[in-house]
């Protein structure tokens, strides 16, 4: 794991990881060449949807359009919460007045042994160097292909290591919408362990201390087409509870 740096308005970014997301939801956008902002935004890849018209980037660059911010989107294709106390321990120069976040979906939920093996590098930097690697279940993908899926086992520590290392005060965080029971998907069929794990990461966010923690009732199939990314109608309801901080317009 080493760190790599990407150059933004004159100035570089410092991440811990082997590469940059090479997708199309990696994205980093700012206003400013001050690195004070109003407010930095720091998302997986939920914040970005291709099937979706609207979306967190599109949305947060028209709210903070006249207060300084600094948008990043998805800069590893493993975005956790490692990733994210990595880059403030990298990045310490920056200063922000609010820290918007989603993080948790990506440490939790099922995955290749090698992507496991990403989120537990991460980890064992500044987070959690105990984490182990757990079997969770065999999946049979669409080409008929068996594959085992792993997830990371963190310490018992792990929430406390968190509110140590994060800027509570300033944290504002996106959980996880919970899934209804009956919700299928057409374009991505998803193992019995995801919705488990799903659960796991609603629960895991909540005892994460904040200055807000947006919750959400069960998304179905009108707001969610693979369980992870989100439709026109699931944004908007991520819209209105955001809009709702009424501190954020300060």
Same mark, same amino acid.
């Given at each position: 794991m080493r760190k790599i740096s990407l150059k933004i308005k004159n100035s570089n970014l410092y991440f811990y990881n082997e590469s940059f997301n090479k997708n199309n939801d990696f994205m @980093?956008? *700012? !206003? &400013?060449n001050n690195k004070n902002y109003h407010v930095l935004i720091f998302l997986d890849s939920r914040g970005f949807s291709l099937k979706s018209k609207k979306n967190l980037i599109i949305f947060f660059k $028209?709210? %903070?359009k006249k207060k300084?911010?600094?948008i990043i989107s998805r800069p590893l294709e493993m975005t956790t919460w490692a990733s994210l106390i990595n880059f403030l321990k990298l990045n310490q120069k920056i200063t922000y007045k609010y820290l918007i976040t989603n993080m948790g979906f990506n440490d939790f *939920?099922?995955? $290749?042994k090698k992507l496991a093996l990403n989120v537990l590098k991460q980890a064992n930097l500044l987070l959690d160097k105990k984490a182990k690697i757990e079997y969770l279940e065999k999946y049979i993908d669409k080409k008929n292909i068996k @594959? !085992?899926?792993y997830n990371v086992n963190y310490a018992k520590n792990l929430v406390n290591n968190l509110n140590h290392q994060l800027p509570n005060e300033k944290l504002i965080l996106i959980n996880t919408p919970p899934l209804e029971k009956k919700i *299928?998907? &057409?374009t991505r069929a998803r193992p019995n362990? %995801? %919705?488990k794990m799903n659960t796991a990461t609603i629960k895991f966010n909540k005892k994460i201390k904040t200055l807000s923690t947006i919750n959400f009732l !069960?998304?179905?199939n009108k707001d969610t087409y693979d369980g992870v990314h989100y439709t026109n109608f699931g944004y908007t309801k991520i819209f209105k509870a955001i809009n709702k901080l009424i501190f954020l317009k300060k």
């Amino acid at each position: 794991m080493r760190k790599i740096s990407l150059k933004i308005k004159n100035s570089n970014l410092y991440f811990y990881n082997e590469s940059f997301n090479k997708n199309n939801d990696f994205m @980093i956008s *700012t !206003n &400013t060449n001050n690195k004070n902002y109003h407010v930095l935004i720091f998302l997986d890849s939920r914040g970005f949807s291709l099937k979706s018209k609207k979306n967190l980037i599109i949305f947060f660059k $028209k709210k %903070f359009k006249k207060k300084k911010y600094l948008i990043i989107s998805r800069p590893l294709e493993m975005t956790t919460w490692a990733s994210l106390i990595n880059f403030l321990k990298l990045n310490q120069k920056i200063t922000y007045k609010y820290l918007i976040t989603n993080m948790g979906f990506n440490d939790f *939920t099922p995955k $290749k042994k090698k992507l496991a093996l990403n989120v537990l590098k991460q980890a064992n930097l500044l987070l959690d160097k105990k984490a182990k690697i757990e079997y969770l279940e065999k999946y049979i993908d669409k080409k008929n292909i068996k @594959i !085992n899926l792993y997830n990371v086992n963190y310490a018992k520590n792990l929430v406390n290591n968190l509110n140590h290392q994060l800027p509570n005060e300033k944290l504002i965080l996106i959980n996880t919408p919970p899934l209804e029971k009956k919700i *299928t998907f &057409t374009t991505r069929a998803r193992p019995n362990s %995801f %919705f488990k794990m799903n659960t796991a990461t609603i629960k895991f966010n909540k005892k994460i201390k904040t200055l807000s923690t947006i919750n959400f009732l !069960n998304f179905g199939n009108k707001d969610t087409y693979d369980g992870v990314h989100y439709t026109n109608f699931g944004y908007t309801k991520i819209f209105k509870a955001i809009n709702k901080l009424i501190f954020l317009k300060k």
